[in-house]
């Protein structure tokens, strides 16, 4: 028996449909995440009032411009301004039907608010504020608390309850000229017999600034001028005298350490570590005592380490030392050849 084969269906083959179907899937989960954690906060907040029983049953966002806010209140939203972290300013939008519920479970102990109320909002007053500040504060702590892990978590860290505008015309003027992410919570309340809505406007997050690679170079650029311009101390080693301590317990005042006519050709400058940088020979310019560099170690092909000569310990009485060497350090006539060779004055 034969079986028709059917064949495999665009979607399955598109690479670009398989991605954006991926991407689809993921936004859902990361929204339904969200959604949870809110209503997770939200149920926190109500526990300390009996009869409240909250739950966010949808949610919603976008961004508005700070021209777009003004529109967007209706008479009656209670309108609280939220302090953040930079002093960056925020607002919570409580519709009336959710205040009037905060108030009745704080002054009665019950929520008489219906979704069928035949009474017309009225307008919230300071005393309003008063009363549902803490509650304000509350909610935002579990929010900030149950979003920690998710992507929404630098949104709402660090904001609280402010102040309370009883008019909404100074929105434009408190709230800073910028972006702000509307996050609109429908709200179910008292068991189901309330409905209303909570509105969050949050000052976006700013994008993380990308690494320019010239920032890097400039960096390094400025830290070699302000390595290569320290001050550096070097130190001209002639020879070095190797002694017990018993020998150099010894030594008094007018004893003279005789000093080898070799050494004066193998001087070397040490870093104050001790690490040796350079050879030379020692002289004598424009009066002064000076060193003929011989060796350079940033030079291809040459070598900085040609060790400094180590020698016995030999006291010479001082009468002995009275006489000078034959061999004195003799001034630098002119640099040296191009090969390295020195031409001294004899």
Request: charged content about 20%; overall charge negative.
């Amino acid at each position: 028996m034969e079986h028709a084969v059917e064949p495999e269906s665009e979607d399955a083959t598109d690479p670009l449909l398989r991605m954006a179907r991926r991407n689809t899937v993921k936004a859902a989960q990361q929204g339904a995440s969200f959604q949870a954690a809110l209503s997770q906060a939200l149920g926190r907040m109500c526990a300390g009032y009996a009869g409240l029983d909250g739950v966010v049953t949808q949610v919603s966002r976008r961004s508005v411009s700070l021209a777009e806010l003004v529109d967007l209140t209706e008479p009656g939203m209670f309108l609280a301004l939220l302090e953040g972290p930079d002093d960056q300013m925020g607002m919570m939008w409580l519709c009336p039907a959710t205040l009037a519920a905060l108030i009745e479970v704080q002054t009665t102990g019950q929520v008489f608010t219906t979704a069928n109320s035949p009474d017309p909002p009225r307008l919230p007053t300071r005393t309003d504020a008063a009363l549902v500040a803490p509650m304000i504060d509350s909610f935002l702590q579990q929010i900030s608390a149950r979003c920690a892990e998710l992507p929404e978590a630098t949104l709402f860290d660090g904001f609280m309850y402010g102040s309370f505008l009883d008019d909404r015309r100074p929105i434009g003027v408190v709230l800073d000229d910028i972006d702000y992410e509307l996050v609109t919570m429908q709200l179910s309340l008292a068991q189901g017999r309330v409905s209303g809505t909570c509105t969050l406007v949050l000052p976006q997050p700013a994008a993380p600034t990308a690494v320019d690679g010239n920032d890097d170079r400039d960096w390094e650029r400025r830290m070699s001028g302000a390595v290569e311009n320290s001050a550096v101390s070097l130190n001209a080693v002639l020879c070095r005298f190797r002694l017990t301590l018993a020998e150099a317990l010894a030594l008094t005042r007018g004893d003279v350490l005789q000093v080898p006519e070799s050494t004066l050709e193998t001087l070397g400058l040490t870093a104050m570590g001790g690490a040796q940088v350079a050879s030379g020979r020692l002289g004598q310019a424009r009066g002064f005592r000076a060193v003929r560099l011989t060796a350079d170690p940033g030079a291809p092909g040459r070598s900085a380490d040609i060790p400094v000569p180590t020698l016995r310990f030999a006291k010479t009485p001082a009468a002995a030392a009275a006489t000078p060497p034959q061999d004195t350090p003799q001034p630098f006539s002119q640099p040296p050849s191009e090969d390295g060779d020195e031409r001294d004055q004899s």
